[in-house]
């Protein structure tokens, strides 16, 4: 079946450190991928997302980039700020009809001023 | 603002309580979903309805009742739960239609079943 497994953490940085969530996931066909962002209280915010192989999604000076021959989305950042705090999940999309997102378990990241 | 919004934010109910839950979409997408999100637990899809059909219930128990009169609302009727359904419950709406598209969330209602 499809699935979705990530770094559960919690992790903990200092400010300015390099962030990195490995994601890696299980999927038939060739599935959307998607950085989700849940900030305290909050719902989910889609931070990016890439649909084909080789696709490197961007925002806030986030990126991942979809790898299929390692059926990998990992999280990067390379300066970490305190307001980047929050919990962070991986998903798929099981079809391209844009249904049925399948979700990590989440990341959970504090970062230390 | 996501253009998903949940009412109410936080509730409370007794085990014996009816309650419901509503969700608002204004994005003109088709494809609304409820999600549970328990402390320590990965995020649990509930029901996906998809053009105001439900396509998908996933082993939910008959306490959650769920209601799609239109592509722009959602509705999850509780009775009868217990003090393990204490959860976030989030709300979320996606196209429905084929291509790269995403879900948007709505903020979701905190529920403590006491």
């Known amino acids: 079946g499809n699935s979705v497994t990530q770094m559960e953490g919690p992790v903990t940085l200092s400010e300015e450190a390099f962030l990195t969530i490995n994601c890696t996931y299980t999927?038939?066909?060739?599935?959307?991928l998607f950085w989700y962002v849940q900030y305290p209280g909050e719902g989910l915010q889609l931070l990016l997302k890439a649909t084909k192989a080789d696709d490197k999604g961007s925002n806030k000076g986030f990126e991942a980039t979809y790898r299929k021959e390692t059926t990998s989305f990992h999280l990067e950042k390379g300066s970490v700020q305190v307001s980047d705090s929050a919990v962070y999940f991986c998903a798929l999309s099981r079809d391209n009809y844009g249904q049925n997102f399948v979700f990590g378990p989440g990341t959970r990241l504090s970062v230390l001023p | 603002e996501t253009g998903v919004t949940q009412t109410p934010r936080h509730l409370v109910m007794g085990m014996t309580n009816k309650k419901s839950l509503k969700c608002e979409q204004h994005l003109g997408h088709n494809a609304m979903y409820w999600y549970k999100q328990s402390a320590k637990k990965p995020l649990e899809l509930m029901f996906v309805?998809?053009?105001?059909?439900?396509?998908e219930n996933n082993s939910v128990p008959s306490r959650f009742s769920p209601e799609c009169p239109n592509s722009s609302h959602l509705f999850l009727h509780l009775h009868t739960l217990q003090p393990e359904d204490s959860a976030l419950y989030l709300c979320?709406?996606?196209?429905?239609?084929?291509?790269?598209?995403?879900?948007?969330f709505g903020q979701g209602t905190r529920l403590t079943v006491v």
């Open positions: 309805y998809n053009f105001k059909e439900q396509t």
């Open positions: 999927a038939t066909g060739y599935p959307s």
């Open positions: 979320a709406s996606s196209p429905g239609a084929r291509g790269d598209t995403e879900a948007f």
